[in-house]
């Protein structure tokens, strides 16, 4: 019977969401909610007239890529602290390349079984959702939903309820043994709809081409069986669909079978869906930052957006929801695009500079030419080979970051010594530090001026990772409750958003958040007592 009245007396003072709904759009800079969304919107432009807007939302640590960004949002924390450094990282110990959510003790759900699963084993700390889940004692409900396994699974930490992806190999939606053992019946019907063959036959043609300059530079790339980047698209296979808008359609069309099917948010307890639209991103890869395509991708989903948002109001009210959208990271304006209208842009010629660091590097210490010194170059950043010394590979790493700033383009370069020693309050450093994990992360990082890309296998398009503005600077909009129309322009963190929702259900933080909640949404919420989910302790 407490329980029953300590959530009585929660209830009587102010509810809690019963649905949280983070959605994270992949790959979208923050001044995109104004080149992209009309004053009709009723998507991004409802979110912006009705929310509580921050203007000025950075990330504060190098690389800017997706897993990272996925656990920095959900855990609070930095990559130093959720250890989630890169999308894939080099595997001193084994040799070889480690992907972010790859897991060998599970197996792919779903119609290819016999495929390895992936899990969020890699995490180093919790997330908010395994902080919902642990405060209702494990009776709600937190389920992770992308076309990327890493942008599904890091979200909803260890604990998650289901995470669900997509299978280009099949066209299907799948999951991990580390969830369940079969998909939920909901999926397997969700499946058999078969949506994208039907999108397939559709094609990409915008009802009209939008206002965006050229549609057919040398700079851009162009989808899996075609040969030009011009509208109209044919699309020739599952990958392909999801450099669409029916990518993102797909992701709304899930989400909203999830709500339904698993009566989120009609639970006795907060429930948790996150969200993450995974087709910006590739279009953005493919096709560049200023390119008919991503414009016309985003207006498509604004209108999906418009819909979703309509879904939920039918099933809640909006007193009954918290709504937050963000990015993973920004991205920077194409570089061919820019050097075009003379500013200094360009893909970091990577194959050579590692070619002559390890030239450099074997004439200084006098190493056999047998030797590979850089073990393995990846996201900037150097890994010396392990037959070195200990104190050979400190004497590498000094030099080759000397030589290294001696390159063209080059701003500045870390060891990772330095960088494990003392933090520092010069701009770059702190980044760097901030994204650093010594098992995980390079002996040397190195950072490219503005407007100069790595190259990474990127020929064409964008791409992202850096330190600069383009990729850190994206939108934060916080919608529902009693959340009011207001924009501000204080400098403010991703890694605010764990705690902002924590605080405000009253919840223990994330295991590693050490960043500052918004004060301005707890206000406007009007904080609940901090014990509400004592009720579930009946369930133990």
């Known amino acids: 019977m407490a329980w029953r009245i ?75 602290f959720h250890g989630i450094v890169a999308n894939s990282w080099w ?17 792919l759900v779903g119609p290819v079984s016999a495929e390895k699963g992936a899990s969020p084993r890699a995490l180093l700390c919790t997330t908010v959702a395994d902080e919902l889940r642990y405060a209702a004692r494990y009776t709600n409900k937190t389920i992770g939903i992308a076309l990327k396994d890493r942008s599904a699974i890091l979200p909803i930490g260890f604990t998650g309820y289901l995470a669900l992806w997509f299978s280009t190999k099949t066209g299907e939606w799948v999951t991990s043994t580390y969830y369940t053992d079969t998909l939920p019946a909901w999926v397997v019907r969700f499946n058999n709809q078969r949506y994208p063959d039907s999108l397939m036959r559709l094609g990409w043609q915008p009802k ?46 899930l989400a909203r079978w999830a709500i339904t099917e698993e009566r989120l948010g009609k639970g006795l307890y907060p429930d948790l869906l996150a969200i993450s639209l995974s087709s910006p991103d590739l279009t953005g890869h493919l096709f560049g930052t200023e390119s008919c395509e991503l414009r016309s991708l985003y207006e498509e989903l ?54 002559e660091a390890q030239a450099f590097l074997q004439r200084e210490l006098r190493l056999p030419d047998t030797l590979q010194v850089v073990e393995r170059f990846i996201n900037q950043s150097f890994y010396l080979s392990g037959q070195l010394g200990w104190e050979q590979r400190r004497e590498a790493a000094r030099r080759l970051k000397d030589w290294l700033l001696q390159q063209p383009h080059v701003l500045a370069a ?20 901030a994204g650093f994990h010594p098992q995980r992360s390079g002996d040397v990082i190195v950072v490219y001026a503005p407007g100069w890309v790595e190259h990474g296998g990127y020929t064409h398009g964008t791409t992202h ?50 960043a500052l909640p918004l004060e301005e949404v707890i206000r406007q919420w009007h904080q609940p007592p901090p014990h509400w989910y004592e009720g579930a302790e009946s369930g133990n």
Not at 28 to 49: C, I, N, P, T
Not at 307 to 321: G, H, I, P, T, V
Not at 485 to 498: D, H, K, L, M
């Open 414 to 433: 870390y060891t990772a010594e330095e960088l494990a020693g003392r933090g520092g309050c010069f701009y770059i450093f702190q980044m760097l530090q």
């Open 302 to 355: 604004d209108r999906q957006l418009a819909d979703f948002l309509d879904f939920l109001l039918k099933r809640f009210s909006k007193q009954e929801l918290l709504v937050f959208l963000t990015a993973d990271h920004g991205a920077s304006p194409t570089p061919e695009y820019l050097s075009a209208h003379k500013v200094a842009a360009g893909r970091y010629p990577e194959a050579v500079l590692v070619r």
């Open 91 to 107: 595997e001193r110990s084994a040799g070889r390349l480690r992907y972010c959510v790859e897991d060998s003790l599970t197996t």
């Open 208 to 253: 009209r081409l939008p206002p965006c300059g050229q549609d057919d530079p040398y700079y851009e790339g162009h989808l899996p069986g075609e040969t030009h980047p011009t509208f109209p698209h044919r699309i020739s296979n599952y990958e392909s669909l999801i450099y669409t808008p029916w990518g993102t359609w797909l992701t709304f069309q």
């Open 465 to 514: 990772g850096s330190i600069w503005t383009y990729d850190t600077h994206v939108p934060l909009i916080w919608w529902g409750g009693g959340l009011r129309s207001e924009r501000r322009y204080e400098r403010v963190g991703i890694t605010s958003i764990a705690p902002t929702i924590c605080l405000l259900l009253g919840i223990p933080f994330p295991s590693a958040s050490v």
């Open 6 to 80: 300590a959530v009585v007396g929660f209830l009587w003072a102010q509810s809690p969401p019963k649905l949280i709904v983070g959605l994270v759009v992949d790959q979208m800079r923050a001044d995109y909610l104004q080149r992209f969304v009309s004053e009709k919107s009723r998507g991004f432009g409802r979110l912006l007239h009705e929310g509580l807007v921050y203007l000025n939302c950075h990330y504060s640590y190098f690389p800017t890529y997706t897993a990272p960004g996925h656990a920095a949002i959900y855990s609070g924390a930095s990559p130093a």
